[in-house]
């Protein structure tokens, strides 16, 4: 089983809820009027008051990640910490679209569009005029 954990570590980086850095941890811990949520693609400090994922889910008394709204939540927040699965997340939507079986219209239509806010995350994090969060 451990095989298998660490096979899921190498592809996809350390899990949700794992701090990266101690630098990561301190900034994390000035925001404890929020609640936050450590994530694979970006951080969450929730505030239902703006999230995308509180307007458009039943209320359970907690944030409901829905498909793709984090990347495009005001809640959210990355860091280089997350660039590499930002990258990995972008490479697997593009291989379907790559692959030599036809895919629907609405199918390349959805890839393509969650494939440029993937790329516009992490132009945002490769930028050199934008700082790591």
């Known amino acids: 089983m451990n095989a298998e954990f660490d096979r899921i570590r190498r592809e996809l980086g350390d899990l949700p809820g794992i701090t990266a850095s101690p ?3 301190r ?3 000035q925001h404890l009027t929020k609640t936050l949520h450590p994530g694979v ?8 008051s703006s ?8 209320h359970t008394g907690r ?16 860091s280089s910490v997350h660039l590499p699965r930002l990258t990995t997340a972008r490479a697997q939507a593009q291989r379907p679209l790559d692959a030599p079986a ?4 609405l199918q390349t239509a959805a890839l393509t569009t969650h494939i440029a806010e ?8 490769t930028s050199t005029e934008s700082p790591d969060a």
Do not use: V, W
């Open 23 to 25: 630098a990561r941890l």
């Open 63 to 78: 944030p409901l990640p829905l498909l793709t709204m984090c990347l495009t939540c005001p809640n959210a927040r990355r």
């Open 41 to 48: 693609l970006n951080d969450c400090f929730y505030q239902p």
């Open 51 to 58: 999230a995308l994922c509180a307007k458009r889910a039943q």
């Open 102 to 105: 036809g895919l629907s219209r």
């Open 27 to 29: 900034t994390m811990l």
């Open 118 to 125: 993937l790329d516009h995350a992490i132009a945002e994090l």
